[in-house]
DNA sequence: GACCAAATATGACCGCAGTCATAAATGACC
DNA sequence: GGTCATTTATGACTGCGGTCATATTTGGTC
């Protein structure tokens, strides 16, 4: 690696640690890029070629988490178990590592769907949210192809709209967990919904 | 009703019509406040008498925009007819109403978050959120306390937990179409989802 | 080392949201 | 209609995100 490009790997990682740093410290709104960059030893014209704005820093750290999340799912994925276990343990797992870091997790959700909106239709941070929110849906796919195959699951079933039912009842117990000041279990909630899913509300 | 609260009422009026239709034109982020109060023909530190953000103007466009989905919800309630077929009457009236302005829901929903975020603890704002998201899942509990009285829905079903299951289904499958830029239709996807959670996906 | 082109850093500058001290308008009371 | 307290309007000002023309650094070439 040339010195340019170590330069720049440096850069951007203090930046990335500053950053995170101070936005747990004072809050994403109270944390002004002035600081970040005086704080990181560069000037503020720097930052900005590192990353566009304030808040897609957001971003990389959303990448972060969900790359962690991907990981548990493959795991999970390759156990024997009941389908049903499994999704379950899988989204539970997910839950329980939110749940440790309640706060960030508030910023990185909710600011960045603000990013997502104002960026233009072509922008690849699009693209790339629209690739993995695919490849979430895909994996619980799996999951529930697995299920009909060992006859778990009922035949007739399109597993694109039960994928992203399963989908729609994780993020709605997130977003109901992210707003609740009480500390009520996102875990337990979610595990409840998984239920209705499977067993349904229909006589 | 006194000159003073005329006067008050009508530059609160011209406010939101004025920025209601710069908003559409030019987009949110594009239209400033210098702009709004101009076309208003009033001064710029009025406008914060009236609202404390730029962003809080959404909050009122929702307003207006939900006691309007509460209305249709009372009428479907008050039919003669299955309750699944009215559940899912009401969340696609809902779903076609969202239809005809999808850009300015846009808006509203993720501009709206970023709004809640930013607000404090205690604002009446997040308050009167939680009520409005809290009545919602009240009237699909009374939907469905009627299927279980009909026999349409099953006995041990925990209608917290379901009634919020159906929510779950209407807000994924609104963020998915809002996401979206073909325009997938959002009522159709909704619909499909509703009768999983009727059925259930379990054998 | 001298020279050059490309990559990177810099900070003065700009536009806009939001503040605040001050001014004007209103209505109550005489 | 004169006086005064309260409400509402005003626009210069501040702070911050983001830009851009210019300066500096890097690494290849001789």
Redesign the interface.
């Known amino acids: 690696m040339s010195l340019r490009e170590k330069k720049k790997q440096d850069t951007r990682n203090r930046i990335f640690e500053v950053s995170g740093k101070l936005f747990k410290d004072k809050g994403f ?1 109270n944390t002004t890029v002035d600081e970040i960059t005086k704080e990181a030893g560069i000037a503020k014209g720097t930052f900005f070629n590192y990353f566009p704005t304030k808040e897609s820093l957001l971003c990389y750290f959303k990448e972060h988490k969900e790359a962690f999340i991907f990981s548990i799912m493959e795991n999970q994925m390759s156990l024997n178990a009941p389908v ?1 276990e499994k999704i379950k343990n899988f989204l539970v797992l997910v839950a329980e590592y939110y749940e440790k870091d309640k706060e960030l997790l ?2 990185l959700f ?2 960045h ?2 990013l ?3 960026s233009d ?1 072509q922008s690849t941070e699009k693209k790339q949210r ?1 690739q993995r929110q695919e490849r979430f849906i895909n994996m619980l796919s799996v999951f ?1 192809r697995e299920g009909v195959d060992k ?4 035949k007739g ?2 597993l694109k ?2 994928s ?2 399963l ?3 994780y ?3 997130l ?2 967990w992210l ?1 609740s ?1 009480t500390d009520s279990s996102f875990s337990r ?1 979610m595990s ?2 998984i239920d ?8």
């Open positions: 709104e049903k508030k910023l909710f600011e769907k603000r997502i909106m104002s239709q629209h529930l006859g778990e699951i009922k079933i399109d709209i039960a992203e039912s989908n729609a009842i993020f709605h117990s977003i109901i707003h000041d909630d409840a919904k209705i899913i499977f067993e349904g509300i229909g006589v």
